[in-house]
Antibody
Framework: QVQLVESGGGVVQPGGSLRLSCAAS????????MHWVRQAPGKGLEWVAF????????YYADSVKGRFTISRDNSKNTLYLQMNSLRAEDTAVYYC?????????????????WGQGTLVTVSS | QSVLTQPPSVSAAPGQKVTISCSGS????????VSWYQQLPGTAPKLLIY???KRPSGIPDRFSGSKSGTSATLGITGLQTGDEADYYC???????????FGGGTQLTVL
């Protein structure tokens, strides 16, 4: 079965950096676009970034553009999120999610399934 | 402030039907497909509806989706206490070149 396992979360000071990983299994990782979505404590979902199945295109939410970088290693079936210049408002559970359809372009993205999430806390 | 607007909460009795609305604009719902997600307390979200009205395998037909113009609706019939959750609509916004979600609707089954 499809499994997504996030790791790398933790407590970091404002201005610091963190790299999240999402280990994928149970499907052909190199055929699916992948997303990061976050949820601040007690708040709703906020999409963060998307990377196409082959890494050729990347999209970001305005709130993280220039600070976060999404990447993938298809040989390791792993998705990454490099987070720099972290702010208190970046505190959230970060989920990775797989596109429902293989090789979907941006704009035709349905998140299925989701990982269990990893908590990032930005605090001094 | 979410790009898509949902009511903060809805409620209905067991066995009844409820609808949850999601309002957007021509740059998002008006020209892109809508999806819906269910988030049970303490768990990750789950895809309920995609392409406006399609259900992934395993999702019961008690859940339905529709879209008209710049609004979408999630319908749930035969409400069960296990349906108590937060529900989110989502789509792509062509002007932002970003995926967007509604603020979420908390469903209470009285």
């Amino acid at each position: 079965q499809v499994q997504l396992v996030e790791s790398g979360g933790g407590v970091v000071q404002p201005g610091g950096s963190l790299r999240l990983s999402c280990a994928a299994s149970g499907f052909t990782f190199s055929s699916y676009g992948m997303h990061w979505v976050r949820q601040a404590p007690g708040k709703g979902l906020e999409w963060v970034a998307f990377i196409r199945y082959d890494g050729s295109n990347k999209y970001y939410a305005d709130s993280v553009k220039g600070r976060f970088t999404i990447s993938r290693d298809n040989s390791k079936n792993t998705l990454y999120l490099q987070m720099n210049s972290l702010r208190a408002e970046d505190t959230a559970v970060y989920y990775c999610a797989k596109d429902l359809a293989s090789k979907a372009a941006a704009g035709n993205n349905w998140f299925d399934p989701w990982g269990q999430g990893t908590l990032v806390t930005v605090s001094s | 402030q979410s790009v898509l607007t949902q009511p903060p909460s809805v409620s209905a009795a067991p066995g009844q039907k409820v609808t949850i609305s999601c309002s957007g604009s021509s740059s998002n719902i008006g020209n892109n497909y809508v999806s819906w997600y269910q988030q049970l307390p303490g768990t990750a979200p789950k895809l309920l509806i995609y392409d406006n009205n399609k259900r992934p395998s395993g999702i019961p037909d008690r859940f339905s989706g529709s879209k008209s113009g710049t609004s979408a609706t999630l319908g749930i019939t035969g409400l069960q206490t296990g349906d108590e959750a937060d529900y989110y609509c989502g789509t792509w916004d062509s002007s932002l070149s970003a995926a967007v979600f509604g603020g979420g609707t908390q469903l209470t089954v009285l």
